[in-house]
């Protein structure tokens, strides 16, 4: 973790803070005070839970746009107080246009448009929407707070890997997956409960003329590396690719190698008391 500490303290720059995902997370976050099982992201401060927090965000405005749609198509169509077809092609075609525009994750053959809810909920947004006249779906649109689930646990890491961020998956081990995050430019290693591991800050500010071109091959074999648990590999397929200086590795493995002869020194100097 020291390794990764002290990457994040020598970074070059942080365009996060001026990156869209940011401006987006400031204009919409209060949204997230009337959730008391999302509350706490109102209160993000590192670029992954802004990352997070947005994505409850469009989940909720996915799931009040769809239903705004389905009652808009339904009055054009149904007499009031009666059922709608639940295979009328005009509704149909009225929910596609505006699912159109609409973040989403695939999972298999659904499409998750509200991934705050669970799966067969989602169903129901995707491809059912006339039962939400049915009870016990019915209560969705205004009594829904006990159906809302934490989406990063239920559908994991590759919920990331989806519209619903600008993250870019660049590996995985087993469950764990790794994210390339092009606005801090950094590398997010998550594991399957949807949390983040570690934040592998790029570009230093020792490192000279920096370039920004081919990110995705570049960090390749660092990722490869780090799921082999390999540091020493790690760290040099880092500094290969420019992605940090050799001037902070030096930097970083002469600290460690202080540190630990200090610890050695004091072990030893106990050890003659």
Same mark, same amino acid.
């Given at each position: 973790? =020291?390794?990764? %500490? ?14 869209? =995902? ?15 099982? #999302? ?36 009055? $054009? /169509? ?31 053959? *659904?499409?998750? #448009? ?7 909920? +989602?169903?129901?947004?995707? $491809? ?6 049915? %009870?016990? #779906?019915?209560?969705?649109?205004? !009594? ?5 689930? !934490?989406?990063?646990?239920? #559908? ?34 998550? +594991?399957?409960?949807?949390?983040? !591991? ?15 071109? %081919? ?13 082999? !648990?390999?540091?020493? /590999? ?22 460690? *190698?202080?540190?630990?002869? +200090? ?11």
């Amino acid at each position: 973790m =020291e390794l990764f %500490h002290k990457l994040a303290k020598y970074r070059r720059k942080d365009d996060f803070e001026s990156s869209s =995902e940011m401006r987006f997370f400031l204009e919409n976050a209060d949204i997230l005070n009337s959730f008391p099982l #999302y509350r706490k992201f109102r209160k993000a401060y590192s670029s992954f839970d802004v990352i997070r927090a947005n994505l409850l965000l469009r989940a909720l405005s996915n799931k009040f746009v769809i239903e705004k749609a389905y009652l808009a198509a339904k009055k $054009q /169509e149904v007499i009031p107080g009666t059922p709608a077809d639940p295979n009328s092609e005009s509704i149909k075609a009225k929910l596609a246009a505006i699912k159109r525009d609409l973040p989403y994750y695939q999972l298999n053959d *659904q499409r998750i #448009y509200v991934p705050v809810l669970p799966l067969s909920f +989602n169903l129901i947004y995707d $491809q059912e929407p006339t039962r939400l006249d049915e %009870h016990p #779906y019915s209560g969705l649109a205004k !009594d829904y707070e006990a159906a809302l689930i !934490d989406p990063f646990d239920y #559908y994991g890491p590759d919920l990331f890997d989806s519209y619903f961020t600008r993250l870019v998956k660049v590996g995985q081990k087993g469950k764990n997956r790794a994210f390339l995050n092009y606005d801090s430019f950094s590398i997010y290693f998550v +594991n399957e409960q949807g949390r983040l !591991d570690v934040e592998c800050v790029l570009f230093d500010k020792f490192l000279d003329h920096p370039s920004y071109n %081919h990110l995705l091959v570049r960090v390749k074999p660092a990722v490869e590396a780090y799921y082999k !648990d390999s540091r020493e /590999e790690f760290m040099k397929a880092l500094v290969d690719n420019r992605l940090i200086s050799s001037s902070l590795a030096f930097k970083i493995k002469h600290d460690e *190698q202080r540190f630990y002869a +200090n610890i050695a020194k004091r072990y030893s100097l106990d050890g003659k008391q």
